[in-house]
């Protein structure tokens, strides 16, 4: 166990399957199970002199193992472990496949107190270096993070909201549509839609929660009785707060998919002139090609690029390359820092346990890649991170101050980065032919 001093109080972060009732905080008062230690200043200052575009680029549930687990020199496996202690080899992932449980009591099922064994029996699956090609060129030439773990359990749309916000104000689950009659999350623009949510508890009923998210399938059954059903429309503050406070520009990119729509969560965004700054994916290279790409840039794609099953991986791959490309090509490459992430585990196995750092999570390992002149070539990165480590990265960068404990206490992921070596030349990769695949299974009920 770790003792980190926040806010004048003691918070103790357990890891997985830990007898000891830990002290659990509120979600803006979370920490991470390690406190990182501030970078070397002179580090900070050589990462303020060459970094001047951050982009955050984000695709949907995939898991490190499911990617990266045969990658030399990475923390992968190739076996995956059942509920009942038995062992499978990980199968051949599919271009198209499967879309399995990775709800927000579906995380803390699989995660089953830190054994990582009870997934959905579709989800012990993965892909080998030649169907993701790209993606593995990336990994050998820059760095490869390899502890990288999803901000909460799930699903998908509150794990965007922590990539703004390192919380999302006791939210644990998508919003229920269609109030106002067209079928669609709207949120904040529909004041009768609800979703679930921790209701405000007791500091008994924070640590009992705690405790049965250690118990796997039986406690993640118990957990919805310590939640309500809310309007998801809040008002906490988005690192685009504290960017705009500063004078430093940002944008949302969103690619259109309506699980993935953080800021229409914000209400304070939403109804001001902020949202001019939400736009679509398709004026990235735009902006890119013009030299207007701002300081930030939060970049996800349309669903069908996305590689959320049923979608292919092979198309997804390509949207990330022609992204990628289009910066390298561009002058801005000398100054920009990109970090590629997965927001979910989307069901399919990992066998690292995340730390259990309060209520929310961590969730499971997703695969993690920082792209840069300055990333360290050709390296595998152990260090513990979360999406709050991009966050804190953007916020050391650009001088800001932090927005939750999560945020403040995570690493500033400058250990990925060599500000001292010869700027990496652009590494511009080509687009691939893909396979037309079926889809080789579609639940009734996938979700986001």
Request: net charge negative.
């Amino acid at each position: 166990m770790v003792g980190v001093v926040v806010f004048g109080l003691i918070v103790v972060a357990c890891t997985r399957g830990s007898s000891d009732v830990p002290t659990v905080l509120e979600p803006a008062d979370a920490t991470d199970a390690t406190v990182a230690s501030p970078s070397d200043p002179a580090v900070v200052a050589q990462a303020r002199a060459k970094i001047d575009h951050v982009v955050f680029l984000i695709k949907e549930n995939r898991t490190f193992d499911n990617y990266f687990g045969l990658f030399p020199g990475a923390d992968g496996t190739t076996t995956g472990t059942h509920c009942d202690g038995t062992t499978t080899p990980l199968a051949a992932a599919p271009d198209r496949g499967f879309a399995a449980g990775h709800s927000f009591t579906d995380g803390i099922r699989v995660i089953d107190g830190g054994k990582m064994d009870c997934f959905d029996d579709v989800g012990y699956s993965q892909f080998q270096e030649q169907q993701i090609p790209n993606y593995w060129a990336y990994a050998k030439h820059f760095t490869l993070a390899d502890r990288f773990f999803s901000a909460i359990y799930g699903p998908t749309g509150i794990e965007h909201l922590w990539t703004f916000a390192s919380q999302s104000d006791r939210f644990v689950d998508h919003g229920r549509p269609g109030q106002l009659g067209i079928g669609k999350r709207q949120l904040c623009d529909d004041p009768l839609e609800t979703a679930f949510s921790f209701r405000h508890l007791s500091r008994t009923d924070e640590e009992n929660v705690f405790q049965l998210e250690n118990q796997g399938e039986s406690g993640a059954a118990q957990i919805p009785q310590y939640w309500e059903a809310r309007w998801p429309c809040t008002d906490v503050t988005v690192l685009p707060d504290r960017l705009q406070t500063a004078g430093i520009s940002w944008k949302e990119y969103r690619g259109e998919n309506e699980w993935v729509q953080p800021l229409r969560m914000v209400r304070h965004v939403r109804f001001s002139n902020m949202w001019n700054n939400v736009v679509g994916s398709d004026r990235f290279i735009p902006d890119v090609k013009a030299g207007t790409l701002p300081a930030v840039s939060w970049l996800t794609p349309p669903f069908p690029l996305s590689e959320h099953p049923p979608q292919s991986v092979c198309r997804g791959e390509n949207w990330t390359v022609s992204v990628i490309n289009a910066i390298m090509n561009s002058p801005e490459w000398s100054s920009t820092a990109i970090v590629v992430t997965w927001d979910d585990f989307g069901g399919f196995y990992d066998h690292v346990a995340p730390p259990h750092v309060d209520m929310y999570g961590l969730g499971p390992r997703v695969p993690a890649l920082i792209i840069s002149p300055y990333a360290r070539q050709g390296y595998v990165d152990h260090t513990t991170y979360e999406f709050s480590s991009v966050l804190r990265f953007i916020e050391t960068v650009f001088n800001v101050p932090p927005l939750t404990s999560r945020d403040a206490n995570a690493s500033d992921m400058l250990g990925a980065f060599d500000f001292s070596q010869p700027p990496l030349d652009p590494f511009p990769l080509q687009e691939r032919a893909c396979p037309m695949t079926p889809i080789q299974h579609v639940p009734d009920n996938p979700t986001a």
